[in-house]
């Protein structure tokens, strides 16, 4: 990505925007092998937040190395309390960056959910920059 901004460090990941303010990336760590679902919520809350406001049009999340407990997730409270956010934010575009063999590589980008913009799945930080339109530098 082009000159860069972090907006946002602590030890589960980076939270990072262009500084030509049409994009936002979340890069996690390691780390998220000891995030709880009690520390997942404020941390995406923040995330949001920034997209909200920011008024982003692309979103990044390199998950390769985040490592918290899928059943810790909810997607339901992500639908209802996140992404209407990002919808408000007038997002256009939301690619994950995710470790090998997972299933949705590759799939079609499509919107899922509530979600107003199409969410696509890369084996390669390359090919989510490429769909996302972010010239690499």
């Known amino acids: 990505m082009a000159k860069q901004q972090e907006l946002y460090r602590d030890p589960w990941g980076v939270i990072i925007a262009a500084a030509d303010g049409r994009h936002i990336e979340i890069i996690w760590t390691d780390d998220t092998a000891q995030m709880s679902g009690e520390d997942f919520v404020p941390w995406l809350e923040r995330f949001?937040?920034?997209?909200?406001?920011?008024?982003?049009?692309?979103?990044?999340?390199?998950?390769?190395?985040?490592?918290?407990?899928?059943?810790?997730?909810?997607?339901?409270?992500?639908?209802?309390?996140?992404?209407?956010?990002?919808?408000?934010?007038?997002?256009?575009?939301?690619?994950?960056v995710m470790p090998p063999g997972m299933p949705a590589i590759g799939s079609a980008p499509a919107a899922e959910g509530p979600a107003e913009f199409p969410t696509g799945y890369f084996g390669e930080l390359a090919d989510a920059y490429e769909w996302l339109d972010i010239k690499m530098t």
């Open 48 to 96: 949001a937040g920034f997209v909200e406001d920011g008024r982003y049009h692309t979103v990044l999340v390199d998950a390769r190395h985040f490592r918290m407990n899928p059943a810790d997730l909810s997607m339901d409270w992500r639908d209802r309390q996140i992404i209407p956010r990002y919808n408000a934010g007038g997002l256009k575009k939301f690619a994950f």
